[in-house]
T-cell receptor, first 110, second 114 residues
Framework: RKEVEQDPGPFNVPEGATVAFNCTYS??????FFWYRQDCRKEPKLLMS???SGNEDGRFTAQLNRASQYISLLIRDSKLSDSATYLC???????????FGAGTRLTVKP | ETGVTQSPTHLIKTRGQQVTLRCSSQ?????VSWYQQALGQGPQFIFQ???????GRGNFPPRFSGLQFPNYSSELNVNALELDDSALYLC?????????????FGPGTRLTVL
């Protein structure tokens, strides 16, 4: 079993839709959490950190449930430019131990 | 842009050869991590350098080695290349061992081994 598991995808949604991605992690000692987005053949770019209290950045909302070892990302009012692969990232507590999920591909269609 | 740069952008090598990839970290960041990303997969941690010392290593064989220089730039060296080494190699820089601070990626080097 992989340490970080994500929805397999792909997700194909119309513009304006709300879409949610889930991620689970197996190492209970994990201390910090992030969502990155990666466009085709580009590098991952930080989308947002995920805090225990939940956090929002515009149309994006991230939630963390430490008890269930579960992270989510909600995108409201999807835009065409949201089309990308979304990577769930878990840091075990040392900066040298970032574990990535395989990513969930999102395509937003007109 | 993150300010992390990598060179070269693309590289083609043959099996058995050696390759050196380079990375310059973002200003103010003295920690550099290297990742291998195969097609359709998430990045896999190779190793990290902090203050010119290796500070953690993933599940990669010794033929993957690295260096960090006093200006915090870094190199990834791969010896005896194998076909499966074909991948996107990413470096990421971060603030010193802060744990909760994210890493910022360079554009990557795409390596093809024939």
């Amino acid at each position: 079993r992989k340490e970080v598991e994500q929805d397999p995808g792909p997700f194909n949604v119309p513009e304006g839709a709300t879409v949610a991605f889930n991620c689970t992690y197996s190492n209970s000692a994990s201390q910090s959490f992030f969502w990155y987005r990666q466009d085709c053949r580009k590098e991952p770019k930080l989308l947002m950190s995920v805090y225990s209290s939940g956090n929002e950045d515009g149309r994006f909302t991230a939630q963390l449930n430490r008890a269930s070892q579960y992270i989510s990302l909600l995108i409201r009012d999807s835009k065409l430019s949201d089309s990308a692969t979304y990577l769930c990232v878990v840091n075990r507590g040392n900066n040298n131990d970032m574990r990535f999920g395989a990513g969930t591909r999102l395509t937003v269609k007109p | 842009e993150t300010g992390v740069t990598q060179s070269p952008t693309h590289l083609i090598k043959t099996r058995g050869q050696q390759v050196t990839l380079r990375c310059s970290s973002q200003s103010g960041h003295n920690t550099v991590s290297w990742y291998q990303q195969a097609l359709g997969q998430g990045p896999q941690f190779i190793f990290q350098y902090y203050r010119e010392e290796e500070n953690g290593r993933g599940n990669f064989p010794p033929r993957f080695s690295g260096l960090q220089f006093p200006n915090y730039s870094s190199e990834l060296n791969v010896n005896a290349l194998e076909l499966d080494d074909s991948a996107l190699y990413l470096c990421a820089s971060s603030v010193p061992l802060a744990g909760e601070d994210p890493q910022y990626f360079g554009p990557g080097t795409r390596l093809t081994v024939l």
